[in-house]
T-cell receptor, first 112, second 115 residues
């Protein structure tokens, strides 16, 4: 069964450093998403992406965040200058259309 | 804004016990409602969904009914198994013909089933 994959599974970085989280969506899907979950809190929407542009973003998704689909398979989330409060589990998801979003296993980011 | 509230966990049950995980929502329109499940070490998987009032979503013995009058979507299972141990998330999305619409999640409820 097709699935969304994410790398790395865990990442530790120093405050102020840039990180890139990678996702490979399901191959025939056209809509891509990033969510995050700070420990003990809700899963929060960050951004959705379609046709090489952002279709919706939350207040969390400020100028330090960016997304890109650099090739036909990868979908990345970049955090330019990480802060302690960026420590969270980051989930990528994809969908074929307006129906079900399929999620990856997540990347646990720890900012020290 | 829209929000989802689900019961705090953890929920600890013995095998074959009845499960209820409460979920209520606040929305301006008529959202679609979802339950996702996360097994240890895996991603979020869609368990069931309902798109309009009085719809019942069901899958793997789990059920939830979209109750507009009580703005609820409680998850139930008649007889849980050890393999049901996971974190369960209630979520909503506002109806839209445009994909890319955000899911709004509750905090998640951890279920632990012992044999």
């Amino acid at each position: 069964e097709p699935e969304v994959t994410q790398t790395p599974s865990h990442q530790v970085t120093q405050m102020g450093q840039e990180v890139i989280l990678r996702c490979v969506p399901i191959s025939n899907h056209l809509y891509f998403y990033w969510y995050r979950q700070i420990l003990g809190q809700k899963v929060e929407f960050l951004v959705s992406f379609y046709n090489n542009e952002i279709s919706e973003k939350s207040e969390i998704f400020d100028d330090q965040f960016s997304v890109e689909r650099p090739d036909g398979s990868n979908f990345t989330l970049k955090i330019r200058s990480t802060k302690l409060e960026d420590s969270a589990m980051y989930f990528c998801a994809s969908s074929a259309g307006v129906e079900t979003q399929y999620f990856g296993p997540g990347t646990r980011l720890l900012v020290l | 804004g829209d929000s989802v509230t689900q019961m705090e966990g953890p929920v600890t049950l013995s095998e074959e016990a009845f499960l209820t995980i409460n979920c209520t929502y606040t929305a301006t329109g008529y959202p679609s409602l979802f339950w996702y499940v996360q097994y240890p070490g895996e991603g979020l998987q869609l368990l069931l969904k309902a798109t309009k009032a009085d719809d019942k979503g069901s899958n793997k013995g789990f059920e939830a009914t979209y109750r507009k009058e009580t703005t609820s979507f409680h998850l139930e299972k008649g007889s849980v198994q050890v393999s049901d141990s996971a974190v369960y998330f209630c979520a909503l999305s506002e109806p839209s013909n445009q994909a890319g619409t955000a899911l709004i999640f509750g905090k998640g409820t951890t279920l632990s089933v012992s044999s």
